[in-house]
């Protein structure tokens, strides 16, 4: 969540909206088949004070995903659920790389921040030392000498 309060009225892709009739319908599923697809664990859909479904968007989209992999790919119900954890289990780790890069970019930041203080607090009044490359010339000092 970004931090906002939600309207609690306010209708999102995971409300559970949709009673089974509808939910067949709008999947083009019969109501049994919603119904074993829940005792399976496919789509687990909200479930009412006196027990009854509710669908959200997010399920009806995920019953004709099933429908589609099983009728047009000829993947059994086992295959179906298996790829639906996988999806989401791609879903969770995309979701915690997200935030780690999040906290690396953060750290990053802090860092240069840091270094921006360090550097701002060098004595000005020291110079710093440069490596001088050795040559083979002799250099003579001779102090000047006081005029008498």
Do not use: C, F
């Amino acid at each position: 969540m970004d931090g906002r309060r939600r309207n609690p009225y306010e209708l999102t892709d995971e409300s559970p909206v949709y009673v089974i009739s509808i939910a067949a319908q709008l999947s083009g599923l019969h109501p049994q088949t919603l119904r074993q697809y829940d005792r399976l664990g496919l789509v687990s859909p909200d479930r009412t004070a006196g027990r009854g479904r509710r669908y959200s968007a997010r399920d009806i989209e995920l019953l004709r995903t099933v429908q589609q992999l099983s009728q047009d790919e000829g993947i059994n119900l086992a295959g179906i659920k298996r790829i639906i954890e996988l999806e989401n289990q791609v879903a969770a780790l995309q979701q915690r790389v997200a935030e780690l890069s999040a906290a690396v970019d953060g750290a990053a930041v802090a860092m240069q921040q840091r270094e921006a203080q360090v550097h701002a607090s060098y004595r000005r009044d020291l110079v710093p030392y440069q490596d001088v490359q050795q040559t083979g010339a002799l250099v003579v000092w001779r102090p000047k000498r006081p005029k008498d």
